[in-house]
């Protein structure tokens, strides 16, 4: 979810940016191997910035725990 509303992951092709991209949104839902998630959806932070490298690298981490359906656990 952290991964959409940023507008960090990339599904079938296209960012969902409005209400009309539900069906992207489900059917990254509806993956349910690694595989599946590799296949639809994949990350998308855009060009490297050393101002912003440690939001990337936590963007990153969440997206690979989701492809691969491990736990993430973080700590504020």
């Not at 509806?30 to 910035?49: C, K, M, S, V, Y």
Request: aromatic content about 4%.
């Amino acid at each position: 979810m952290l991964l959409s509303f940023v507008g960090a992951l990339e599904i079938n092709g296209r960012i969902p940016v409005s209400m009309g991209d539900a069906e992207l949104l489900r059917s990254v839902n509806d993956a349910n191997t690694p595989e599946e998630r590799r296949r639809i959806a994949r990350l998308e932070l855009g060009p490297e910035n050393p101002d912003i490298q440690s939001i990337h690298a936590l963007l990153r981490g969440a997206y690979t725990a989701w492809a691969l359906d491990v736990e993430l656990l973080m700590d504020a």
